[in-house]
């Protein structure tokens, strides 16, 4: 049974940092590729970031968050990181991460096989 957990979320003040981080069980994770999507309130869900498998060299980012996110992983802790710096009010969202059956990323939502439960995000003005 596949299970992505999110946790790291929380509240900051615009500007600030946060570390959100994604725990895999039940899949091999260094040959999947994974990506985080954020829904803010009546909005669709959008692409943030995606991360290849294996070594994780290719990397895909949102314009809205290039130069400022950036995804990392950890095969030997079956983790995921997404690193958010220079956060905007904007950034506000339940953030998701997301696992495809496959190395190659995509920033399509519907191009993901498992989901987690999300993590809230909220950046205070």
């Known amino acids: 049974q596949v299970q992505l957990v999110e946790s790291g979320g929380g509240l900051v003040q615009a500007g600030g940092s946060l570390r959100l981080s994604c725990a895999a069980s039940?899949?091999?994770?260094?040959?999947?590729?994974m990506a985080w999507f954020r829904q803010a309130v009546g909005k669709e869900r959008e692409f943030v970031a995606a991360i290849r498998g294996w070594s994780g060299g290719s990397t895909l980012y949102a314009d809205s968050v290039k130069g400022r996110f950036t995804i990392s992983r950890d095969n030997a802790k079956n983790t995921v990181y997404l690193q958010m710096n220079s956060l905007k009010p904007e950034d506000t969202a339940v953030y998701y991460c997301?696992?495809?059956?496959?190395?190659?990323?995509?920033?399509?939502?519907?191009?993901?096989?498992?989901w987690g439960q999300g993590t809230q995000v909220t950046v205070s003005s």
């Open positions: 997301a696992a495809r059956s496959t190395i190659y990323v995509t920033t399509i939502a519907q191009g993901y096989d498992y």
């Open positions: 039940g899949l091999t994770f260094r040959t999947i590729a």
